[in-house]
């Protein structure tokens, strides 16, 4: 069965600093992975996927993801916080059969002024 | 916004009870999957439809059950609700703008939905 893993509960950053947000994955042939975010009372937002190609992901809001087989993980990564970042961030891989994503458990993501 | 929709945004019910969440997907997506979320998870699937059929699904009893209507849209069935059922329950779009399926899942905002 295929699961990613979040290590970290919460993640805590100086506005301005770097961030990343760690993931690492099981899966039995390609990975299909992913990126989303969640704001309070709210759905979950698309930011980034890595299907096939460059190892270095850009999405949305000026975020990217490392993707590194040999290490199976998938990092999210920011260069520089900004307090807005704050938020809940889900990883996921996609089963191959039908399309169904099973997320991890989720990393706070807590950016200070 | 991702163009999917849920309504309602909040239900409240009692243990025993039935309910009904609805779903419309992205403009041009035809399939829908559809999660649910308790308070500090990720979200587990329940059950995802193509072509008016359940396609795959989850560990999920059969008091969950689904629909998929013609124009696309979905709805979400429970029945003789539990405590346990209390969660926001999520509503993914696939599919992209000429049919063909695309690797990214839209969300809705989600349905909190509270059983007492």
């Known amino acids: 069965a295929q699961s990613v893993a979040q290590p970290e509960d919460q993640v805590n950053v100086a506005e301005g600093n770097p961030l990343t947000v760690k993931c690492t994955y099981s899966?039995?042939?390609?990975?299909?992975l992913f990126w989303y975010v969640q704001y309070p009372n709210r759905g979950l937002q698309f930011l980034l996927k890595?299907?096939?190609?460059?190892?270095l992901v850009k999405g949305s809001y000026g975020f990217e993801a490392e993707f590194n087989k040999s290490q199976t993980s998938f990092h999210l990564k920011k260069p520089s916080a900004l307090v807005s970042d704050s938020a809940l961030y889900f990883c996921?891989?996609?089963?191959?059969?039908?399309?169904?994503?099973?997320f991890g458990t989720g990393t706070r993501l807590l950016v200070s002024p | 916004d991702a163009g999917v929709t849920q309504s309602p945004t909040h239900l409240i019910k009692t243990r025993g009870q039935q309910v009904t969440l609805r779903c419309s997907p992205k403009?041009?997506?035809?399939?829908v999957s559809w999660y649910q979320q308790a308070l500090g998870q990720g979200p587990q699937f329940i059950f995802q439809?193509?072509?008016?059929?359940?396609?795959q699904r989850g560990n999920f009893p059969d008091r969950f059950s689904g629909h998929q209507f013609p124009n696309y849209s979905s709805e979400l069935n429970v029945n003789a609700l539990l405590l346990g059922d209390s969660a926001l329950y999520l509503c993914?779009?696939?599919?992209?703008?000429?049919?063909?399926?695309?690797?990214?899942?839209?969300f809705g905002p989600g349905t909190r939905l509270t059983v007492l």
């Open positions: 996921a891989v996609r089963d191959k059969g039908f399309q169904k994503l099973v």
């Open positions: 899966v039995s042939g390609n990975p299909y």
């Open positions: 890595y299907i096939t190609g460059d190892n």
């Open positions: 403009s041009g997506h035809d399939t």
């Open positions: 439809y193509y072509e008016e059929e359940e396609r």
């Open positions: 993914a779009s696939i599919g992209g703008d000429r049919g063909r399926p695309t690797d990214t899942q839209y």
